[in-house]
T-cell receptor
Framework: DTEVTQTPKHLVMGMTNKKSLKCEQHMGHRAMYWYKQKAKKPPELMFVYSYEKLSINESVPSRFSPECPNSSLLNLHLHALQPEDSALYLC???????????????FGPGTRLTVT | GESVGLHLPTLSVQEGDNSIINCAYSNSASDYFIWYKQESGKGPQFIIDIRSNMDKRQGQRVTVLLNKTVKHLSLQIAATQPGDSAVYFCAENRKEAAGNKLTFGGGTRVLVKP
């Protein structure tokens, strides 16, 4: 199984709502990532988790709150978002994060988020 | 290629011809490079990677060339097919103090004409 799954596929939320994005992988990977992708732009790194611990936060606003409850799951909790946060949110995983070698990242299909 | 504003550079290619997509990277300390293909409505799909101790790597119908002297990466697709139509991103792994970061180039749209 070389698949990263993400739910929901689409999400529309108001600026006062609280919602969560979910990501799951069963490849035994110990690194998981959140990226944000705006239309016609490349993905931009938001967070990196390595062995369920937050390794990198790319100065992401606190209205985005990541959580890694176990090695297979990654959540992104959303609260008080702005319309400019509308984007495709991509989850990825890799075998490891740090070390001598760099490992390829496998991406999920993304969640298309619209903030109204 | 590099994106300019909201317009992705586009490569139009006839079905059956070879495609070459170019990418310039910025960090001479980057040690690992990946090419991803992204179709509309989907996440990036791994195509091929190359480490900085190599200058060429071949896959099925694809070849990646790395020129570290001029910090240039290219992806060659042989006998391009309609299913190759997508946006292609190069990505470099940058080793920074905070950790490794995969940084994507602007993307190139490939349109395959039948």
């Amino acid at each position: 199984d070389t698949e990263v799954t993400q739910t929901p596929k689409h999400l529309v939320m108001g600026m006062t709502n609280k919602k969560s994005l979910k990501c799951e992988q069963h490849m035994g990977h110990r690194a998981m990532y959140w990226y944000k992708q705006k239309a016609k732009k490349p993905p931009e790194l938001m967070f990196v988790y390595s062995y369920e611990k937050l390794s990198i936060n790319e100065s992401v606003p606190s209205r985005f709150s990541p959580e890694c409850p176990n090695s297979s799951l990654l959540n992104l909790h959303l609260h008080a978002l702005q319309p400019e946060d509308s984007a495709l949110y991509l989850c990825a995983s890799s075998q490891k994060y740090q070390g001598l070698l760099t490992y390829e990242q496998y991406f999920g299909p993304g969640t298309r988020l619209t903030v109204t | 290629g590099e994106s300019v504003g909201l317009h992705l550079p586009t490569l139009s290619v006839q079905e059956g011809d070879n495609s070459i997509i170019n990418c310039a990277y910025s960090n001479s300390a980057s040690d690992y490079f990946i090419w991803y293909k992204q179709e509309s409505g989907k996440g990036p799909q791994f195509i091929i990677d190359i480490r900085s101790n190599m200058d060429k790597r071949q896959g099925q119908r694809v070849t990646v060339l790395l020129n570290k002297t001029v910090k240039h990466l290219s992806l060659q697709i042989a006998a391009t097919q309609p299913g190759d139509s997508a946006v292609y991103f190069c990505a470099e792994n940058r080793k920074e103090a905070a950790g490794n970061k995969l940084t994507f180039g602007g993307g190139t749209r490939v349109l395959v004409k039948p």
